[in-house]
């Protein structure tokens, strides 16, 4: 059991100020604002959120509600600071926007899926060998009966021939002794 960690409180604020900026100075000023914004919401999410020891994956979603703001966020600046998205991936929260959520899911859900593929099968790798195990027993005791029935085949087969040469005997004996009387 594991739980997917998806934070959507994006810092919507900052970007609605950066939107609405009317100078060049204003712009670089609320968007180095933003990133710093951006980088401390990143950083929260990847302390709070991010506990393998507690049920979680090793990675968050940082979900940003919308396309144009992921493009904002994510894609248009790129380069121009610390990338955002090296950022988020470094601290292992992974950025994702409306279309992008449910394909990240699915990746999820297919990789968990062949997880406990794997998982199951260790189990049948366990269980052949255990049969394997008690197959060779059953083999081993297998011959040993085996050898235990042909040795009591021997055995019999050699008590009929004494018996037969016994029989023999006693009426060779019986013979002799109506012989002489």
């Known amino acids: 059991e594991f739980s997917v960690p998806i934070d959507a409180k994006f810092p919507l604020p900052g ?4 939107a609405n900026a009317e100078t060049d100075e204003e712009k670089t ?4 604002q933003f990133h710093k914004d951006v980088t401390a919401h990143i ?8 506990r393998p020891a507690e049920g979680t994956l090793d990675f968050a979603l940082l979900f940003i509600p919308a396309e144009n703001i992921y493009y904002e966020t994510i894609v ?23 279309n992008l959520l449910y394909a990240y899911l699915m990746t999820v859900v297919m990789g ?6 794997e998982k199951q099968a260790a ?9 394997n195990a008690s ?23 050699d008590g009929q021939k004494k018996l037969d ?15 002489k009387t």
């Open 112 to 117: 968990l899926h062949g997880l406990q593929i």
């Open 135 to 157: 197959f060779a027993e059953f083999l081993s005791n297998w011959d040993i009966l085996g050898t235990h029935l042909r040795n009591a085949y021997s055995k019999y087969e």
């Open 76 to 98: 248009k600046y790129a380069g121009e600071t610390q990338d955002i998205l090296q950022y988020s991936l470094d601290k292992k929260v992974i950025p994702v926007s409306p």
């Open 165 to 179: 040469r016994f029989g023999l005997h006693l009426d060779q004996i019986q013979g002799e002794t109506e012989e």
């Open 29 to 32: 000023k609320l968007r180095k």
């Open 123 to 131: 189990e049948i790798r366990q269980n052949l060998k255990k049969l």
């Open 15 to 18: 970007f609605e100020r950066l």
């Open 43 to 50: 950083d929260k999410i990847a302390s709070d959120y991010i």
